[in-house]
């Protein structure tokens, strides 16, 4: 997989098609063993929801509330940004200037944003 100054060949990404192709082959498969296996006949009593060995009582569906909810996005979106900032920490030498002032760009529009969420409250549980 020799590959020239700039130029992609497209052996380069065999290995990716590989782990992809394992990948979605494993999704089919569990599909179709578990459809094979699975419950064949259906009741009341079979479908019934149990909780270690109880039965519950009352509806399961209470209002959570949305701080939950914004805590998670927060998370995912930091989260996301670690992604973001390994390859960059990684390549640091090749990127240079140019990719030093795009990463203090991106970190400070970073920084906006976590100084909205504190600014409007999301982060207070009282």
């Known amino acids: 997989m020799e590959t020239t100054e700039g130029l992609q060949l497209p052996s380069d990404y065999l290995p990716i098609l590989i782990q992809f ?18 419950p064949k ?5 079979k479908d019934a929801a149990w909780e270690c060995g ?12 949305y701080k ?6 927060l998370f995912v979106l930091f989260d996301v940004e670690v992604i973001f900032l390994y390859p960059w920490a990684v390549n640091f030498r ?6 030093f002032i795009q990463m203090i760009v ?3 529009m970073l920084m906006l944003g976590f ?3 504190i600014k409007k409250g999301i982060l207070k549980w009282e």
């Open 21 to 38: 192709a394992a990948a979605l082959g494993f999704v089919i498969f569990a599909i179709v063993v578990t459809h094979l296996i699975g």
């Open 68 to 73: 939950y909810f914004m805590t998670a996005i």
């Open 106 to 108: 991106f970190m400070a």
């Open 41 to 45: 006949r259906h009741s009341k009593v």
């Open 94 to 99: 090749g990127l240079g200037m140019t990719g």
């Open 115 to 117: 100084y909205y969420v």
């Open 54 to 65: 109880v039965e519950s009582v009352g509806n399961a569906r209470t209002p959570v509330s």
